[in-house]
């Protein structure tokens, strides 16, 4: 069955007459491309609803006809990746704004955008039926979708699991030789996975990260709660968390799926008091430093995978300082790719001082978002259904570390339930599609589009480009980054989180001008050939 399945417009979930009648609605789609079917939780606060029959969908890109753009447009008004187009001005009335492109001044490359296939997301997914399963899928991974190209796992379970567990819970089994994938694999992420890559035009980049290790391995002999690896860089203990890397490795290429990169260990920092049984390994950077130069780094070179290794994979509130310290030992340098970052504590720390300064230190190292999510720590609202702003923090996060040297932002939950689960230590947080498997349906929210903003249209390969802002007034409150594409083409995505309309315009000297209007509340992706 194909993405948005079989049904009509009139047929479609959410319509709920009563609530819309005083919101606008996204104009006639493309042909091809089927609109938002919308239900409001609220004013403003609307989310797009899928079923079995009924989703909505977008066309595959196209580029434009040299000498005219594409806009895609969504905003808290209720546009959702909206298209339209328009032509190339040869001269510009003096705007406010100016945003002027330089293809010349090339920065980092782009690796991609993508979330976090957890147990709690493969559950969601799978509650569904059959073809919602596939609406829900397209709708991230196929060409008619947001086209996500990154996928994250957890290797083992985390907190967004029904249960702790590890794939060797057989005491002091340092050999390894029960260690065996569990059913949340077997059953549940390896089929989606396999489902996934096949909706995609796009090869799918897959990355794992532990959350904990085997109880008989850990100082607090527990999954469950923080606790570090037992004795030192080198010994018995290390050896064995190092060769379960691999282990995982090749257990997962018995079902043909192969992995770009693992990171060392997921929030070796994480100190949670309201949830004492989060489960971590907990490392200073000199002990992940040690573990890389001594097992884990020795271990990938001699095994036959071609992995990549990420360090970190915490808060950038730890950069440089972790950075300089791992890199900074040339041995453990030469097996790492790149240093993983989470978004959570992002404004302790500003992005010039943590990622530019890492990016300056270490430029052979990538930069790579890992994790993010909204309504973290906040019992009461840890799911918002339709809430724009929420959306807006992701997207505003997302330019913010494009332009730091940042070559691609993860989600966290692809997809959860409506009370943000399940986890097993009730950490419960929100999702850019959140699940009602008692009716059958899943509901996009603007984090789900104002992502698509980005992983639909800047492709890997991708660079970042200059883009300089020329501002008359001090009222250019407009976010934007831009990107040009291997195929030739630029991107430029522009945010508006003030409550008022920004006009602007857009400089590309090979072609001409845009006059335009970013309106308030929005987000807006423009796409054009150079010439």
């Known amino acids: 069955m194909g993405c948005g399945a079989q049904g009509q417009r009139?047929?479609?979930p959410g319509r709920d007459v009563s609530r819309t009648s005083g919101h606008p609605h996204p104009a006639r789609a493309p042909p091809g491309a089927r609109p938002c079917s919308p239900k409001y939780f609220g004013r403003d606060a609307m989310v797009c609803v899928c079923n079995a029959t009924y989703c909505d969908t977008l066309d595959?890109?196209?580029?434009?006809?040299?000498?005219?753009?594409?806009k895609y447009e969504s905003s808290k008004a209720g546009k959702r990746l909206e298209r339209s187009q328009g032509s190339f001005q040869r001269s510009l009335r003096a705007p406010g704004l100016l945003l002027m492109l330089n293809v010349s001044v090339l920065y980092q490359r782009i690796k991609g955008f993508g979330g976090s296939l957890s147990d709690a997301a493969a559950l969601n997914i799978l509650g569904l039926s059959q073809p919602a399963q596939d609406n829900l899928l397209c709708s991230y991974f196929s060409e008619y979708g947001i086209e996500y190209n990154l996928v994250r796992l957890p290797m083992a379970s985390s907190d967004f699991s029904v249960r702790p567990y590890s794939y060797d819970d057989v005491p002091n089994d340092y050999e390894?030789?029960?260690?065996s994938l569990a059913e949340e694999d077997v059953k549940m992420k390896i089929p989606l996975l396999h489902r996934a890559s096949a909706m995609s035009r796009r090869p799918l980049a897959l990355?794992?990260?532990?959350?904990?290790?085997?109880?008989w391995i850990k100082s607090n002999r527990d999954i469950r709660g923080t606790g570090m690896l037992r004795g030192r860089a080198g010994d018995k203990c290390h050896k064995t968390w190092a060769n379960y890397f691999i282990k995982f490795l090749d257990e997962y290429a018995k079902h043909n799926v192969t992995f770009w990169a693992v990171t060392v260990q997921n929030e070796p920092r994480a100190r949670i008091p309201t949830f004492p049984q989060f489960p971590t390994i907990s490392f200073t950077a000199e002990q992940q430093r040690d573990f890389i130069t001594h097992d884990l780094g020795p271990a990938l070179a001699h095994s036959p995978h071609r992995t990549q290794?990420?360090?970190?994979?915490?808060?950038?509130?730890?950069?440089p300082q972790w950075a300089e310290t791992v890199l900074g030992n040339s041995t453990a340098a030469g097996y790492v790719a790149g240093v993983a970052v989470h978004w959570y504590l992002d404004g302790v720390v500003s992005a010039t001082c943590s990622l530019g300064v890492t990016h300056k230190l270490f430029p052979n190292h990538f930069l790579l978002y890992t994790e993010a999510c909204n309504g973290f720590l906040s019992r009461q609202f840890s799911v918002a259904l339709g809430c724009w702003e929420r959306g807006e923090r992701y997207s505003h996060s997302i330019l913010t570390v494009l332009n730091h040297f940042v070559t691609g932002w993860t989600d966290w939950n692809l997809a959860l339930d409506l009370h943000g689960g399940p986890n097993w230590v009730k950490n419960y947080v929100d999702s850019p599609v959140i699940v009602d498997s008692s009716k059958d349906v899943f509901?996009?929210?603007p984090m789900f589009y104002h992502l698509g903003h980005f992983s639909k249209f800047i492709?890997?390969?991708?660079?970042?480009v200059g883009l300089r802002s020329v501002c008359q007034n001090p009222s250019c409150q407009l976010e934007h980054v831009a990107f040009l594409r291997p195929d030739g083409a630029v991107v430029l995505v522009v945010l508006n989180r003030s409550s008022w309309d920004v006009p602007f315009g857009i400089c590309d000297p090979s072609v001409g001008f845009i006059e335009t209007v970013s309106?308030?509340?929005?987000i807006q992706t423009y796409l054009w050939q150079q010439q």
């Open 519 to 522: 309106p308030a509340s929005s």
């Open 10 to 12: 009139q047929d479609s």
């Open 207 to 215: 990355y794992a990260s532990p959350w904990t290790a085997p109880a």
């Open 309 to 319: 290794l990420l360090i970190m994979d915490d808060q950038r509130m730890y950069l």
């Open 443 to 445: 509901y996009k929210q």
């Open 60 to 70: 595959p890109v196209v580029l434009p006809a040299p000498g005219t753009y594409v």
């Open 459 to 464: 492709p890997e390969g991708s660079r970042r």
């Open 176 to 179: 390894l030789k029960h260690f």
